[in-house]
Structures are given as structure tokens and as C-alpha cells.
């Protein structure tokens, strides 16, 4: 008896369990929908942010994985030889060949494996993913009767240190769509020493090359890479589009290594540099657009620029400047989360009377100074000028510029805004600021012809020359002279 009971109800409880099911499915079926379309849609935005550039829903993953290609290759393959003494530049020039073959098949890849790859400039090609393998190491020839010469840039009108030509880089492109140059932290060696020589000793009748310059092209990812010793500027976007440059190291010596910026944005649009480390012998980033009447007449300006999580030194010139050849303009720059150390300055924007141009709409934010002797720095007679056909009434506009929270220790000179009648600068805005000073001055926020605000309180107590106002954003006093002048010395 107790037994036929429990079998009926489990007969019970099975019956139930089969009417139950469907219509749990059925009343789940559009929940289940909406968790694996919102899955698909997650990885494909993950996708995107992986290859894209300046996105709207941008994420920073760890370690960013490159566009795959269909095809892969190996140096090796068209006779690369990575003992640091055999040129491998026409290796490099037969699979770029290989490369360029494939695009509408979705270009190739073309891994540098673990060696030291001697070569002389080469070019890429489209739709390319360039990956230095760990211990991979790219070597530029030092001799430069190997590097080709190449017109002056249209904006610059001039070598920019010798008229006329000026030599290539060592890793080039024009006119590209598509292009990666990544891997596990791979190095491409400018071996820029023996360049650095002959410019100091006047032994160079061309401008030194950079280390790798793309221009007139869109969609470029540079992630992942070491990049050193660079004869002149290391990383040149030119005129390019939709550019990421994320998780690179830039290094050169902080003395005696001339002009060796890190990252130089020329007439860009749509650009983040990223999670980056850079320690070099001139600027670390600096955000150009053209020089005087050739930057006036090509006309491309740098703009939607996002720079952030950066930690960058810089000896001899500043961690961040914007400038000095601006002339074709510079507008909606991020600059966040930034620290620069044992550095000369920190932050700075650069120009002169010629330029034109504009700089306008430029964010700082989340600013750290270890060390440094000025932290800002607006400087409005750079005067260096290609040649003296430049329109000495040709004059930049200088406005809307804002610094939020601006921290550090060690600064002998925390602000330095140098305007002139001519060229003033316009709203600036300070908030959030406080920089522990190593220097004693009686002026030590230093400011001429600038108009702009300081909201709330902040240290060390601002110039006279801003208005002030609470932290409610009410006006507290009016400056009595935007025009008064207190640099008392020079950097």
C-alpha cells in the first residue's frame, strides 16, 4: 500500500513537471533572447575597441589584442637573417611585397621573430600587422648614405633643420589604411647615437629622419612595443586619421640625445595615446599642426585628441607641449592622468608671432608633478622660424584652457603663463590645485596678459591677473589688470 501511494505520486509530480516545463520555456524564451543578444553585442564592442580608434564606447583592456589577418608570415621566409650583422632590408621589402598582394583578402602579418633584424628604412603596406616577437629587436642602420631623402613636409615648408630634403624614417608609410604594429613588447632600435654625433658636430646636410612616420592614413593601432634611441622625432602620425598609440614604451637618453620626442601628433584627428611610458631627450608628447605661413597654407589642423594614463620625463623640454608649430591649429585636446617626473617642465603650450593658428579647447586633468622645475607653461615667443617669409602680424589665438586638480611635490615654479598685447591668453581656468614648492620667490604663480578664473581655493596663491571665485562658482573679487606682469625669470 505504501508503495503503490509513493508511485502514484511521483506519476503525480512527473505529470506536473511535464505541463510546467514548456510553459517555463515559453515564458523564459525572451529573457534567454535578451541575455544572448546582450552577450553577442558585449563581444562585438569588445572587438571593436580592440582594433578601433577614437570610439565612443572605447574600453582600455589590459593587454589589447591585434586585428587578425588571414595570412601570417615569417621574416624568415624571404631570407631574414637576425644575427645583428646581415641587412634584412630586403627581406622586409619582399614581404611587405607579399603583404600588399593580400588586401582584399584582409592583408597579412608578418612576425619579426626573436633576433636582432638589421636593416635600412622600409615601407609598409596596407591592411599589414607588423609583430616583434618577445626578444625581437628591429636595428636602423647607422650610416645614413642608406636612408633614402624625401621632400619637406607641405606644412613645414623646410627640412626643419636644413633647408630643402629631409632623410626618411626607418619604419615608413604613406597613404595607408589599416596598419598594426604590435607584439610581446618587441624594440625597434633607432640606433640614433651616431646621428646625434654628426648633428652636434654640423657633419649632417639633411634633417635627421624619425623613427617611424605614417602619413595621409587612417585606422592605425601601435600597441605593445618598445621604441628607442630614435635619430630624431621617434613616432610621427602625420596628416593620419582614427590613430591609437596604447601601451608603448619610448625611451632615449634624457641628455645629450637631441630632438628625440616621443610621440608627435601633426595635423591628426581622432587620436588616444594611452597607458604609455616615455622617458626621452626632448618633449614626450608634442602636438604639432604646421609651421608658420606653410602650416597657415595646408591648413590641417590637430584635433579630438585624447591623451591619458601616461608617466613620462622629460630633461630637457616638457613632459606634454602643444607646439611650437601650431599653424594649422589645435583644438579639443584631453591631457588626464598624467605625472611627470624629474622633468624640466611638466605641461606646456608653445608659439611665437608668425605661427597663426589657434589653441583652444585644451583639458587638463588629474596633473601629478614629482620633481619638476616649472609645472605650466604658456609661452608666446618661441620665436624660431623657417625662413623670413613668415607674416610677422600672423598671430595665434590662445583660449579656453582649463587645469582640474594639479597635484605634486618638489616644483620650483608651479605656473608660467607668459602672454603678450599681441597675443594674450584667453579663459583659463584653474581648480583643484595644490604643488608642493622647493624655490622661495616672491612670485612663484607667474602670469602676463592672461585672462581667465580660479575657482575655490588653491596653492600657492595665484596671480593677480585671474578673477576669483568660490567653490560654488561665484564671483569673490575681479582681477584689477589682466595685463599686469610678474616673470621675473626665465625656463
Known amino acids: 500500500m505504501m508503495e503503490t501511494l509513493s508511485l502514484g505520486r511521483f506519476n503525480y509530480h512527473r505529470l506536473e513537471w511535464k505541463r510546467w516545463f514548456p510553459a ?6 525572451t529573457l534567454f533572447m535578451v541575455i544572448w543578444i546582450a552577450a553577442f553585442a558585449s563581444v562585438f564592442v569588445w572587438q571593436r575597441n580592440l582594433v578601433g580608434g577614437f570610439l565612443v564606447f572605447r574600453q582600455s583592456p589590459v593587454r589589447p589584442m591585434p586585428r587578425l589577418r588571414p595570412v601570417a608570415f615569417n621574416l624568415t621566409d624571404f631570407g631574414g637573417v637576425g644575427d645583428g650583422v646581415t641587412v634584412n632590408t630586403e627581406a622586409f621589402e619582399r614581404a611587405v611585397s607579399a603583404i600588399s598582394k593580400l588586401g582584399k583578402r584582409g592583408g597579412a ?7 636582432r633584424w638589421l636593416t635600412a628604412p622600409f615601407n609598409l603596406t596596407s591592411h599589414m600587422t607588423l ?3 618577445e626578444d625581437a629587436e628591429i636595428l636602423g642602420i647607422q650610416d645614413e648614405k642608406y636612408w633614402p ?3 619637406p613636409l607641405p606644412s613645414y615648408g623646410y627640412g626643419r633643420e636644413h633647408p630643402g630634403p629631409r632623410y626618411g624614417s626607418l619604419i615608413h608609410g604613406q597613404h595607408l589604411k589599416d596598419v598594426v604594429i604590435t607584439g610581446h613588447n618587441g624594440t625597434i632600435n633607432g640606433q640614433g647615437q651616431t646621428w646625434w654625433k654628426k648633428y652636434r658636430r654640423k657633419l649632417l646636410n639633411h634633417t635627421r629622419g624619425p623613427l617611424v612616420q605614417i602619413m595621409w592614413s587612417s585606422d592605425i593601432l601601435i600597441t605593445n612595443v618598445t621604441f628607442r634611441d630614435s635619430p630624431f622625432w621617434t613616432l610621427h602620425p602625420y596628416d593620419c586619421k582614427n590613430v591609437t598609440i596604447r601601451n608603448v614604451t619610448i625611451l632615449a637618453p634624457i641628455v645629450d640625445a637631441p630632438n628625440t620626442d616621443g610621440i608627435d601628433p601633426d595635423s591628426c584627428v581622432d587620436m588616444v595615446i594611452e597607458d604609455c611610458y616615455i ?8 602636438i604639432k599642426s604646421g609651421w608658420d ?6 591648413g590641417r589642423p590637430s584635433m579630438n585628441i585624447l591623451i591619458r594614463n601616461l608617466v613620462v620625463r622629460s630633461m630637457v623640454s616638457a613632459g606634454v607641449s602643444i607646439g611650437s608649430e601650431m599653424s594649422g591649429g589645435v583644438s579639443n585636446v584631453t591631457v588626464e592622468n598624467l605625472l611627470v617626473w624629474n622633468s624640466r617642465r611638466a605641461v606646456r603650450i608653445k608659439t611665437a608671432p608668425g605661427r597663426g593658428g589657434y589653441v583652444r579647447h585644451i583639458t587638463y586633468k588629474n596633473l601629478t608633478f614629482d620633481n619638476v622645475r616649472v609645472g605650466i607653461v604658456i609661452k608666446t615667443d618661441y620665436n624660431e622660424h623657417p625662413d623670413e617669409g613668415f607674416d610677422p602680424t600672423a598671430f595665434p589665438v590662445l583660449e579656453d584652457i582649463s587645469f582640474t586638480s594639479v597635484h605634486g611635490q618638489g616644483v620650483r615654479v608651479p605656473v608660467r603663463i607668459h602672454g603678450s598685447d599681441k597675443i594674450p591668453v584667453r579663459n583659463v581656468t584653474f581648480r583643484d590645485m595644490s604643488v608642493g614648492l622647493t624655490y622661495k620667490k616672491k612670485h612663484i604663480f607667474q602670469c602676463a596678459f592672461v585672462e581667465g578664473r580660479v575657482i575655490g581655493t588653491i596653492f600657492p596663491a595665484p596671480c593677480e591677473n585671474l578673477d576669483r571665485y568660490d567653490e560654488q562658482e561665484q564671483l569673490v573679487k ?3 589688470s589682466q595685463n599686469v606682469t610678474d616673470i621675473d625669470y626665465d625656463f
Open 24 to 29: 517555463f520555456l515559453s515564458s523564459h524564451r
Open 109 to 115: 602579418q608578418l612576425n619579426v621573430p626573436p633576433g
Open 131 to 133: 609583430f616583434l616577437a
Open 149 to 151: 631623402l624625401m621632400p
Open 279 to 286: 622617458s626621452v631627450g626632448d618633449d614626450g608628447i608634442a
Open 293 to 298: 605661413q606653410y602650416g597657415i597654407a595646408y
Open 478 to 480: 575681479s582681477s584689477s
